[in-house]
């Protein structure tokens, strides 16, 4: 059963029917979150209020097929908000690039990263673009979401959200380089 | 052709496999054209790469799912709502006037609320009507009040005038009698005076007329001598 009839069987009375939506939802909706924040407590404050938020709205939506960007837009809205009411980035900059520098010179070498430290860096290199172009990086990376649906998630023009996600992945790249993280560290571990 | 920034939109496309048919014939002739825009395209595929080994996070388990009650007493008023109210916005207008109106009624009801209207104003009050004497006055009525005011008051003010008068002159004839008092006290000493000096002086008149009398017998005789 997909998302648009659990979403009408609930809207005719069937209160289960929310329930197995949102454990659908949860674990993408967390993991969206913890990609955005880099912190598990905050992942899932922002999936807790997601899901209470689609429970209380869950009227408002129009087209019960385009679930998905509309859930998308309440945890993406959540996630910008509680960003600006705290005032505050998870890590700064400045933090993030010395942390990882020393990861990188100190450690073990860039070209032989292990998968957990090379994705902790990735995490942290999330951190330091820009938060529009780092929620259409993920949702697009990682969420795979379409162009077109991010755009309706974002409530943004297509061009708009393709343009964040080129400077994204081109300021993700200046990061990389900063870091010395080279494209062996792929292949190393693809081997 | 296709302008560079309309080929970088393209090149996302085609990274993220979302181009079609025709947009990926531009592109490739965008990219023959402009030699840079393939380098970009390498970059951004090598990022690309690099962003898919982040492994994903799992949540831990104490995530709290929602479990709406819908099956208890809020379902319970949600389905009483759905029959008793009308579903047409005409009749829920209706309806919603017409609660308005009887909430109304039953607030003036309870609260006692009076209405009343002149041709001037119209005024509301809770509770009980309010006495006569808190009623509005004419004119005409200001007037006799304000002229028994003012009579009151100059009867107060001329009461108050006569006897800080009389107070006045008794003052003054108590100030006239001392000031009487004083001279009369003045002009009986005087009189005293005057009438001791006179008796002094005819003491010493008839003392010096008996003297002379003396001298002048003296003379007689020593001349009839």
């Known amino acids: 059963m997909d998302d648009a009839q659990l979403i009408r069987q609930f809207r005719n009375g069937d209160p289960e029917s929310f329930n197995r939506l949102a454990n659908r ?26 899901l209470i938020n689609a429970y209380q709205k869950i009227d408002l939506l129009r087209d019960e097929g385009r679930f998905s960007p509309w859930i998308y837009r309440i945890a993406t809205n959540l996630c910008i908000d509680e960003t600006r009411k705290n005032g505050r980035k998870k890590t700064t900059p400045i933090d993030s690039l010395a942390d990882s520098e020393e990861a990188a010179e100190h450690g073990t070498p860039a070209t032989r990263l292990e998968q ?76 | 052709m296709i302008t560079k920034n309309e080929a970088r939109l393209l090149i996302l496309d085609l990274l993220y496999e979302e181009i079609d048919k025709k947009s990926k014939s531009e592109l490739e002739e965008a990219l023959n054209h402009y030699p840079e825009l393939r380098q970009e ?34 379902q319970w008023l949600n389905d009483l709502k759905k029959v008793l ?19 109304a009624l039953m607030v003036t009801a309870v609260a006692s609320l009076h209405f009343q209207m002149s041709d001037a104003r119209w005024s509301v009050t809770i509770g009980s009507e309010p006495p006569a004497s808190q009623e509005g006055v004419d004119e005409e009525r200001v007037l006799e009040l304000l002229e028994l005011v003012f009579r009151e008051n100059i009867e107060v003010t001329a009461s108050l005038i006569g006897e800080s008068r009389a107070l006045q002159d008794e003052k003054l004839q108590e100030t006239a009698g001392s000031i009487y008092r004083y001279f009369e006290n003045r002009r009986q000493e005087d009189l005293i005076l005057i009438e001791e000096a006179l ?17 002048l017998s003296d003379l007689y005789f020593t001349l009839q001598q």
């Open chain 2, 41 to 74: 395209l390498r970059e951004l595929q090598e990022t690309k790469l690099l962003l898919g080994n982040m492994p994903a996070e799992q949540p831990e388990q104490n995530i709290l799912v929602i479990h709406p009650d819908r099956g208890g007493l809020q």
């Open chain 1, 116 to 191: 957990r430290e090379l994705g902790e860096l990735l995490q942290k290199a999330l951190l330091l673009i820009p938060e529009e172009q780092r929620a259409v990086i993920i949702l697009k990376e990682y969420e795979g979401l379409k162009f077109r649906e991010i755009a309706d998630a974002l409530d943004q023009p297509l061009n708009t959200v393709k343009s964040r996600m080129y400077y994204g992945l081109q300021a993700l790249r200046k990061v990389f380089q900063h870091w010395n993280i080279e494209m062996e560290a792929l292949y190393d571990n693809e081997k």
């Open chain 1, 25 to 50: 939802w949860k674990d993408r909706i967390h993991r969206f979150a913890y990609r955005y924040f880099a912190d598990r407590d905050e992942a899932a404050e922002i999936t807790q209020k997601t």
């Open chain 2, 199 to 215: 008796t002094q002086l005819e003491e010493e008149n008839t003392f010096r007329h008996l003297i002379t009398n003396e001298a």
């Open chain 2, 85 to 103: 109210l009308p579903q047409s916005t005409l009749a829920r207008t209706t309806l919603g006037l017409a609660a308005v109106l009887i909430l």
